[in-house]
């Protein structure tokens, strides 16, 4: 096995597990067809099940993956070719979604791997070939170009599109099959930058985010962080993450959790120590969270508990200020009373003289 596809290790690990993927729950007879793909001569791992070839210099190849309905019912399959990248979890990911590419990515994968047919139409329990074009960019470079094929059933798509709006639940039943183009097998050095710190919110929950941008074109796996953020050089939050694996050529949008803190207005600054198989990093980077920002998100975090001080002390002040006047009413009042008992007295006096 070469050195780069022991680095691959984690994608056929995550494919293998995750070629029936679902995108939102799916009951069992919503599975409506089945893939396989067709793994040519210049596979490179043939132990795994999805596409890692390797390519010549602008040379050009036709791939097909085998795709069955299973069901009684006409199916027709939607496929897209996006770009391997990784979410806010540390996992990479091989369809659209808020996760991006890094600018130093030169090659998308959508240009290089074209599904011959928009939609691919299967009649009941039909078998076909999904066929795929497949051109490597004529300059030769180091690393692999990493992405991934959807596929999705359209009839459930448009389905959804004819539900009402409100609804909260809705499945999406996809595969995901890798794909993976490279010239070289010899390994290449991880690289790993540091872009900007801010804060900001995930699940309307306040974090802290970090971009770790991965800039060669390989994975990174095995990856780990340990990242404190300081004020004059007090340590105010710290969070480690271990078993994570970026994308080539991704920005890692890495999320220190205030889990439930208040976000707090002031300059800051970000220590990252982050580690994968031998290679190590080292990042410090000032930041500031202003007054406006830690106030709009503080406002927005479900898990920040309400801050009654200021309730809580304007309740006592008048619980003082009522107890205060009641015993300044009695003590009135009998100081009164003390004044009329005493004029009776000498009222009483006056009159016996």
Request: charged letters at 20%.
């Amino acid at each position: 096995m070469t050195l780069l596809r022991k680095k691959n290790w984690l994608i056929g690990l995550f494919l293998l597990i995750g070629l029936f993927v679902v995108v939102q729950p799916a009951a069992a007879n919503e599975l409506t067809f089945g893939v396989q793909a067709n793994l040519p001569d210049n596979q490179v791992d043939r132990t795994v099940n999805y596409f890692d070839l390797k390519l010549n210099p602008g040379q050009k190849q036709q791939i097909s993956v085998t795709v069955n309905n299973s069901t009684a019912k006409e199916v027709k399959i939607r496929p897209t070719v996006s770009q391997a990248t990784t979410n806010l979890n540390g996992v990479v990911e091989y369809n659209k979604g808020i996760a991006k590419s890094d600018k130093t990515l030169k090659y998308k994968i959508a240009d290089y791997v074209q599904p011959t047919e928009k939609t691919l139409t299967l009649a009941p329990h039909e078998t076909k070939q999904l066929k795929l074009n497949v051109t490597m960019p004529n300059r030769a470079f180091r690393g692999v170009i990493a992405g991934g094929l959807r596929l999705q059933d359209q009839n459930q798509l448009d389905a959804q599109k004819k539900q009402k709006k409100g609804t909260t639940v809705q499945n999406q039943y996809a595969y995901l099959l890798g794909i993976v183009l490279q010239q070289l097998t010899k390994k290449i050095t991880p690289q790993l930058k540091l872009g900007k710190v801010t804060a900001t919110q995930t699940n309307y929950r306040n974090v802290i985010t970090s971009e770790l941008r991965n800039v060669s074109a390989m994975y990174i796996n095995k990856f780990s962080v340990n990242a404190k953020v300081l004020q004059n050089g007090k340590k105010i939050y710290q969070q480690k993450s271990t078993n994570l694996q970026l994308a080539p050529n991704s920005v890692f949008s890495y999320p220190l959790r205030l889990n439930g803190e208040r976000l707090k207005a002031g300059t800051y600054q970000m220590d990252i120590i982050a580690k994968s198989k031998g290679h190590t990093w080292y990042f410090k980077k000032q930041f500031t969270i202003s007054g406006k920002t830690a106030d709009k998100l503080n406002k927005r975090d479900v898990s920040i508990k309400p801050d009654h001080t200021l309730l809580y002390t304007l309740i006592g002040f008048g619980i003082l200020l009522i107890l205060g006047g009641l015993i300044w009413f009695i003590m009135h009042r009998k100081s009164r009373k003390m004044r009329e008992e005493n004029q009776r007295l000498k009222d009483e006096l006056a009159q016996k003289k």
